[in-house]
């Protein structure tokens, strides 16, 4: 026998490790750093993506706010126009006048129907809303207790939110 060889089975099963099995530890040693590599690279290329994304998203945002008015305030130069028009006339009439304040108003009506600015403006007898109307005071009427009697100032809402509350008398209660 060879003292190369082994002696007995035992020792050939399991003493004694191969030639090749320090080698697959370490194959398998770099396809894990390979791995590792490539989901390091994947995680900080998600990573500036994500910033990149809320760094746009806040320029949006800045934006929006800064330019919020713009389609309000565009529909409201003609309104300007029309008025400095009105003024550059040195001998108007009163009924050219008056005339130009009426399409003035139509143009101004017109601006703030566009943006949703919508008027509240009771009718005598409807019910008093709070959340829409503001009692200036409560008087005696022939009219259902707690309805509008009259309207002192128009009010207004921007899409379905009070800016003004009408201003309006209300019925007393009986």
């Keep these: 026998m060879n003292a190369n060889e082994p002696s007995s089975p035992e020792a050939s099963n399991g003493a004694a490790t191969p030639p090749s099995a320090p080698a697959a530890p370490a194959a398998n040693h770099a396809d894990l750093e390979a791995r590792h590599a490539e989901l390091s690279d994947a995680y900080l290329r998600a990573k500036a993506e994500a910033e990149n994304i809320r760094r746009r998203a806040e320029?949006?945002?800045?934006?929006?706010?800064?330019?919020?008015?713009e389609s309000f305030a565009e529909s409201l130069l003609?309104?300007?126009?029309?008025?400095?028009?009105?003024?550059?006339?040195?001998?108007?009439?009163?009924?050219?006048?008056l005339e130009g304040v009426h399409a003035t108003l139509r143009q101004l009506t017109s601006a703030l129907e566009?943006?949703?600015?919508?008027?509240v403006?009771?009718?005598?007898?409807?019910?008093?809303?709070?959340?829409?109307?503001?009692?200036?005071?409560?008087?005696?009427?022939?009219q259902e207790p707690n309805t509008v009697v009259a309207v002192l100032q128009k009010g207004y809402l921007i899409a379905d939110r009070v800016l003004r509350p009408a201003l309006v008398t209300v019925s007393a209660p009986a």
């Design 114 to 119: 566009k943006n949703k600015v919508i008027e």
């Design 121 to 142: 403006n009771p009718s005598a007898g409807t019910k008093f809303d709070p959340h829409q109307h503001q009692a200036i005071s409560v008087v005696p009427a022939a």
């Design 78 to 97: 003609p309104v300007k126009d029309s008025l400095e028009a009105a003024i550059a006339i040195p001998a108007a009439t009163p009924e050219q006048l």
């Design 59 to 69: 320029d949006e945002i800045g934006k929006a706010r800064k330019f919020a008015v």
